[in-house]
């Protein structure tokens, strides 16, 4: 699906964080927009090499102490991209992150023809962004959403992504969350791609509920 200009609800506020909410590794997130069960899919890196479902596209990405270890590859001249070929429409997932030396860490979303939205996080918070069509010169990137709040990058966090319909809800357990609605983000996705610029991003505890039954 295309993005062009259709229908946009965007929810234009700044959101700060509370200053005593307390980050932690795989934390426990009560989602806005789903009801879930038990995860349809999920990965404690408790093996030495990253499985058939993974795909590395860009940058350097290992298993090391049971952790996802990303850093981007100077040669490549592009961001550290992973994919977690896990196609959907309707989903959540959650994962814990610690930036580390990372100037950012991207959780990006794609539907079959190309980029669609996705959720940008460095060390002074977060934005919900839709992404350019590359195919139409006219088509710009959207913020739908932004949160301002400090983040320790030798913290741990946990990240939870909502996707229902039109809809889409991002949330850290320190309490920053974005929400924003566009009728793009009502398609199918080919799977969650991680990016990262820097030298070392951390990644663990990563679940996915698919709700597209």
């Known amino acids: 699906m295309m993005l062009k200009s259709t229908f946009c609800f965007c929810l234009a506020v700044m959101v ?13 997130l009560k989602p806005a927009l789903v009801k879930t069960g038990q995860p349809t899919q999920s990965e404690s890196f408790d093996q030495k090499k990253l499985g058939k479902q993974w795909a590395v596209n860009k940058g350097e990405w290992t298993v090391s102490e049971d952790l996802l270890v990303g850093k981007e590859l100077p040669a490549d001249k592009h961001a550290a991209v992973l994919t977690w070929k896990l196609p959907h429409r309707n989903s959540m997932l959650r994962c814990s992150f610690q930036l580390k030396d990372a100037k950012f860490f991207h959780l990006s979303l794609n539907h ?12 002074n918070g977060m934005i919900l962004r839709t992404d350019k069509d590359k195919k139409d010169p006219k088509s710009k990137p959207i913020t739908l959403a932004k949160a301002q709040g400090k983040l320790d990058p030798n913290q741990w966090y946990t990240l939870q992504l909502e996707m229902q319909g039109d809809q889409v809800v991002a949330q850290l357990d320190n309490g920053l969350k974005v929400a924003g609605q566009h009728a793009s983000l009502d398609s199918q996705k080919t799977g969650y791609r991680f990016v990262l610029k ?12 698919n709700l597209d039954d």
Do not use: C, Y
Not at 112 to 123: A, C, E, Q, S, T
Not at 198 to 209: E, F, I, Q, R
């Open 198 to 209: 820097g030298d070392t991003l951390l990644l663990d505890d990563m679940a996915v509920w």
């Open 112 to 123: 079959p023809k190309g980029h669609l939205f996705r959720v940008m996080i460095d060390k």
């Open 16 to 28: 700060l964080a509370p200053a005593s909410l307390q980050a932690e590794k795989n934390a426990t």
